[in-house]
Every structure is written in structure tokens, then in C-alpha cells.
């Protein structure tokens, strides 16, 4: 994972950081900011977009999804 985005990981302004957290079969991406209230929003924003889109291939769900939630709502829309 840090492969495919290390140059999204690089390019990140020094407000923000970027963690790794793996568990069992996943990893999960959370970026943190300081700052000014209205510019980390913005920027935290597209940062999100960004790296969305580099690990679209890869990604099941944002925030609290588990990939049980996910599948399960996967399946509800194919039946």
C-alpha cells in the first residue's frame, strides 16, 4: 500500500499525517490535520478525494464500514 501512494504520501502538506493502521486481511488509511479551522477542511477534502481515487481499486468502505457491511449491502442490491 505505501508503494501506490507514496507520492501522495510525500506530497502531503506538514499539517497533515497520514497513518497506517493495519488489522487482520486490512489496512485502514487515517489522516490527521492541525490548523486553521476552514483550510484544514478544504484541504482534508481533497486530500480524501485523492487518495480515494489512488486506492479505488483496493478500498471497500470509508469511516466506521466494516467489509461485512459492505458485502452484505452488495449482495441486498443483487438479490
Same mark, same amino acid.
Given at each position: 500500500m505505501s508503494d501506490l501512494i507514496s507520492d501522495f504520501e510525500d506530497a502531503l502538506p506538514s499539517c497533515v499525517k497520514l497513518a497506517y493502521l493495519p488489522s =487482520?486481511?486490512? %489496512?485502514r488509511l487515517r489522516l490527521s490535520a492541525s490548523g486553521e479551522e476552514q483550510f484544514i477542511r /478544504? +484541504?482534508?477534502d481533497r486530500? %480524501? =478525494?485523492d487518495l480515494s481515487q489512488k486506492i479505488r481499486q483496493f478500498k471497500f468502505g470509508m469511516d466506521d464500514? /466494516?467489509?461485512? +457491511?459492505v458485502l452484505g449491502k452488495l449482495l441486498l442490491k443483487k438479490a
Open positions: =487482520a486481511g486490512m %489496512v /478544504t +484541504e482534508m486530500l %480524501v =478525494a464500514d /466494516t467489509i461485512e +457491511e
